[in-house]
């Protein structure tokens, strides 16, 4: 394979840079498939931009799989739309929800709940909490955020999805060390002991529910909720939502609208998921731990969101609101309304496949491995980890390239089992940020799909607290590297830290705004005014 050195980093960043600068990300993103195409070619490169495209789809069952959920999601969401069940459901949350606090609160819950899965995560706590946020004048930005920030940094630190992949990713790294077989420590083992130095994934779920708590925002986040509590306009004038419900389809005409047309739906999906999760799982004698290792979690998705959509229809057809017919168009519809998100799914797999071809992640990694202080090793794996993240968009890719160099050069360093640990847990910590700071993530996209936000206004506004905790979290790694601390009395240090930091840059962005930091809690107790403040 042809060697593209630092030309490599070109077409993701040129695509990031231009999709927050334009906030264009359909555009953005061609283009920068494009470049890779130029650049790998040496010429027009038009026809390696295509394959590469249609690659993204058609050489990859997983992200086929997560294509239908997504469209079945979506006409899930337009069904319970159609039979009121959004309507029924935030009229009942908003008896028992009369707060920003509240509402924040039972976002940040539901998210450290639905742990298995942070698909799953985002479709079932973004369709359950956007309507209910609307009403409280919450922007879909900061919905966004506490949905994307309880979403894979939950899955990752709990028995779910995600732990398969990253126990074959230890062992992976294990195989490439001098170490006999039986010299390798369990897999598992390993991955309970890296759970501390997985700073970010920690301080992300802990600074959730600190702006939640504390009631303070700060970057364009402040200015994303001082729009929506003094205006009510719950997205920005010029936003591009991923999914506008409403818009598309219209107001529902039920005259009535029942909890069960909202719960059952839901209530299918998690059971359905989870029940096909541990069915493709088991085999004879296995034990649980094996069962929910050994899953086919995208499949099981597929069956969920597919019960979901079936159990609408048999609401439709039982309760008389809708017939066969009107169910099949809502149907179709519903898939319109996810064809933005499927549009820069493919796009953004499509980069994926752009920096496999010119080595980026490779390339990046040959340069990182060349700092070798102890010390240091665990934040230069984080940071590495965060910009192969970010660059493409992929953490479980990430972990596949960085996780099977990293460990080597950790025992190589310390012979030390306890380094490998903290080196395996900065890199899921690094590839769970690049993953959220990154506009070409999948998960960033279906956190700005279910919460119906501006994809490219959910990254702005996130970055500024996804900037905040990997921060935190880096500095925490390298005071571990130079006293080996037990990690875990470092993560009060921490949470201490985030919350100190939240109370002082939210008071100075008020005071630049001539506000007080906590004006925007204010601003929701009194009526919307026409001209808003930003």
Known sequence: MAEFGALSLVPPLFAIGLAIVTRKAVLSLFLGVWSGGVIFTGGVGLGQTFDWIAAAVGESTFHAQILIFTL???SAVAMIWRLGGSHAVRDWAIARLDSRRKVGLVTWLLGMLLFFDDYANTAVVGSTMRDVSDHLHISREKLSYLVDSTAAPVATLAISSWVAFQLSMIESGYEATDLAASEIPDAFAVFLRSIPYNTYAILAVAMVGIVVLTGRDYGEMLTAERRAATTGEVTREDARPMQDVA??????????PKLLAFFLPIGVL?????????????????????????????????FGSFGMVASTYAIGVVTGELSLGESVDTTIDGFGIMLTAVTILVLAWAIGNVVEALGTGEYVGRIAGQVLDP????????????FIAFSTGSSWGTMGIVTPIAVPVAWDLTGGHAMVAAVVGSVFSGAIFGDHASPISDTTVLSA?????????HVRTQLYYAVTVVAVAATLLVIWGYTRVNPWLLLPVGVVALVGLVYGLSSVAARRRGIDPTDVAGAERRAPVEDGDD
């Open 72 to 74: 079945l999601l979506g």
């Open 449 to 457: 799909t279910f919460t119906g936000a501006d994809l490219v206004d």
């Open 375 to 386: 010390a240091l090793l665990p934040v230069v794996v984080l940071f590495t980890a965060a």
């Open 247 to 256: 818009a598309e389809l219209g107001e529902p005409n039920v005259e009535d």
């Open 270 to 302: 998690i059971a359905i998921t989870l029940g096909s999760a541990l069915y493709t799982g088991y085999s004879p004698g296995a034990s649980l731990y094996d069962t929910i290792v050994d899953a086919d979690y995208a499949v099981a998705l597929i």
